[in-house]
């Protein structure tokens, strides 16, 4: 009987949102009126809407009766004529809840820091910032978002180089890119997007904030993009790129300019409709249907390791002295030497050095001292010389029956060999 029970409320929870039907005409009907009014290109506008009606009343979308496979095809439908069109489906009683009362811009949890996945400082001193979105914040009121981006701003401060990750970034708020990019351009820079919208005045995505801390007017900036990569991480992208001041790293971006909002049209149903487009200042033009396009294409999942080794190519070549121009050199090497080929001789290295042993296992070095986690070793160029894998300040030359422990400043600590190689297969 509890089990009879319990599937008979399932049901009444279950049915109504999966049986709930719709009529197609008149839904295309309202997400055409809501295009033709809000859309930013009101040429563009009338005529989407248009071929919306006529496509309807012949009948195109009269066996899309379920909402979800409506707002299906009806994206696909839209998405080509902007980046940004889209038609959801909600229940009709939460969606009522959710949007009762909401402001226009509805606040965004803190629960994933604001959008700040990770910030790091890499080997050869390079800041990464991994940004998976741009969250907002208004110049009075709640400056959490503003406060965790001067946090990472801060533990990235006295890098010589800076890395952001935006491969899985799907937009934000302009006050956010604004503000980022406002830490590499000098103050009062002619450089930001301005949006035109229709019938309200230009918006620019200019910093609304003082910037605080120092401005790196002469850092290396990296920017890391991919197909995900859409909407206000392309306008950061676009921004620094335009203006000289980062090189992208990785594959074109989703090529989604133009912002707008979310439209209620009944049933549950609505529609993203872009109600302003950006121009930039030096291009004229923005990303839409394009992307960013990155000045060194390369898959998005190695885009990390190529900027780390373009950035690093650029600071070996400056006059940073003793020992961060050998920590500089000795890292991209350590880059350099990743994915390739062991030498086939790796087995004669083998044995036991003082308190230190080396076993060949799987084809590779992994070096092992009493409870200490094992270190694996990456050959390098030079016949002997190693690095350790995930600490490329630390190499290992083998030489004259020795092993001899390398860092940077000179130093340098020799463990005589004292047993039998024993290998492992």
Same mark, same amino acid.
């Given at each position: 009987?509890?089990?009879?029970?319990? =599937?008979?409320?399932?049901? =009444?929870?279950?049915?109504?949102?999966?049986?709930?039907?719709?009529?197609?005409?008149?839904?295309?009907?309202?997400?055409?009126?809501?295009?033709?009014?809000?859309?930013?290109?009101?040429?563009?506008?009338?005529?989407?809407?248009?071929?919306?009606?006529?496509?309807?009343?012949?009948?195109?979308?009269?066996?899309?009766?379920?909402?979800?496979?409506?707002?299906?095809?009806?994206?696909?439908?839209?998405?080509?004529?902007?980046?940004?069109?889209?038609?959801?489906?909600?229940?009709?009683?939460?969606?009522?809840? &959710?949007?009762?009362?909401?402001?226009?811009?509805?606040?965004?949890?803190?629960?994933?820091?604001?959008?700040?996945?990770?910030?790091?400082?890499?080997? +050869?001193?390079?800041?990464?910032?991994?940004?998976?979105?741009?969250?907002?914040?208004?110049?009075?009121?709640?400056?959490?978002?503003?406060?965790?981006?001067?946090?990472?701003?801060?533990?990235?401060? &006295?890098?010589?180089?800076?890395?952001?990750?935006?491969?899985?970034? +799907?937009?934000?708020?302009?006050?956010?890119?604004?503000?980022?990019?406002?830490?590499?351009?000098?103050?009062?820079?002619?450089?930001?997007?301005?949006?035109?919208? &229709?019938?309200?005045?230009?918006? !620019?995505?200019?910093?609304?904030?003082?910037?605080?801390?120092?401005?790196?007017?002469?850092?290396?900036?990296?920017?890391?993009?991919?197909?995900?990569?859409?909407?206000?991480?392309?306008?950061?992208?676009?921004?620094?790129?335009?203006?000289?001041?980062?090189?992208?790293?990785?594959?074109?971006?989703?090529?989604?300019?133009?912002?707008?909002?979310?439209?209620?049209?009944?049933?549950?149903?609505?529609?993203?409709?872009?109600?302003?487009?950006?121009?930039?200042?030096?291009?004229?033009?923005?990303?839409?249907?394009?992307?960013?396009?990155?000045?060194?294409?390369?898959?998005?999942?190695?885009?990390?390791?190529?900027?780390?080794?373009?950035?690093?190519?650029?600071?070996?070549?400056?006059?940073?002295?003793?020992?961060?121009?050998?920590?500089?050199?000795?890292?991209?090497?350590?880059?350099?030497?990743?994915?390739?080929?062991?030498?086939?001789?790796?087995?004669?290295?083998?044995?036991?050095?003082?308190?230190?042993?080396?076993?060949?296992?799987?084809? &590779?070095?992994?070096?092992?001292?009493?409870?200490?986690?094992?270190?694996?070793?990456?050959?390098?160029?030079?016949?002997?010389?190693?690095?350790?894998?995930?600490?490329?300040?630390?190499?290992?030359?083998?030489?004259?029956?020795?092993?001899?422990?390398? !860092?940077?400043?000179?130093?340098?600590?020799?463990?005589?060999?004292?047993?039998?190689?024993?290998?492992?297969?």
């Amino acid at each position: 009987m509890k089990t009879a029970l319990a =599937c008979v409320l399932a049901l =009444c929870i279950v049915l109504p949102a999966h049986a709930q039907t719709i009529a197609p005409r008149e839904s295309v009907g309202r997400i055409a009126d809501v295009i033709q009014q809000q859309y930013f290109d009101e040429a563009k506008a009338a005529k989407i809407a248009a071929d919306l009606r006529a496509e309807a009343g012949r009948g195109t979308y009269d066996k899309l009766t379920d909402p979800r496979d409506f707002a299906s095809v009806m994206t696909d439908r839209l998405r080509p004529l902007d980046g940004h069109f889209a038609v959801s489906w909600t229940p009709p009683a939460a969606a009522a809840a &959710r949007t009762a009362g909401a402001p226009r811009r509805a606040p965004q949890p803190a629960r994933d820091n604001y959008g700040f996945r990770a910030v790091e400082v890499l080997p +050869g001193n390079i800041g990464y910032v991994d940004l998976r979105r741009f969250a907002h914040f208004e110049p009075e009121g709640d400056q959490s978002a503003r406060e965790a981006a001067d946090a990472a701003m801060a533990l990235v401060a &006295r890098t010589d180089a800076v890395v952001f990750d935006l491969r899985d970034n +799907g937009g934000g708020s302009p006050a956010m890119v604004g503000y980022l990019v406002g830490h590499f351009v000098p103050e009062g820079a002619d450089i930001y997007n301005t949006f035109k919208s &229709r019938g309200a005045p230009d918006a !620019s995505e200019r910093p609304t904030v003082p910037i605080r801390g120092k401005r790196r007017l002469d850092t290396p900036v990296y920017v890391l993009t991919s197909g995900r990569s859409a909407s206000a991480a392309e306008a950061f992208a676009y921004t620094l790129q335009a203006a000289g001041r980062a090189t992208i790293v990785g594959e074109a971006s989703a090529g989604g300019a133009n912002p707008g909002d979310s439209n209620p049209v009944g049933d549950g149903l609505a529609v993203f409709v872009s109600n302003g487009a950006p121009i930039n200042p030096i291009t004229r033009k923005n990303w839409e249907g394009t992307g960013v396009i990155p000045e060194v294409k390369v898959p998005a999942s190695q885009a990390l390791e190529r900027a780390q080794q373009l950035a690093l190519t650029q600071l070996v070549a400056r006059p940073l002295g003793e020992p961060a121009a050998t920590e500089n050199r000795w890292a991209l090497e350590a880059l350099t030497a990743r994915g390739k080929a062991p030498p086939a001789d790796l087995a004669r290295y083998a044995g036991a050095y003082g308190a230190y042993q080396v076993a060949y296992e799987g084809e &590779r070095l992994v070096l092992r001292r009493d409870r200490r986690p094992p270190n694996v070793l990456l050959p390098l160029a030079e016949p002997g010389l190693f690095t350790v894998e995930g600490a490329p300040f630390r190499r290992i030359k083998f030489e004259d029956g020795a092993m001899v422990m390398l !860092s940077p400043d000179g130093g340098a600590a020799r463990q005589a060999r004292n047993s039998v190689a024993a290998t492992v297969n």
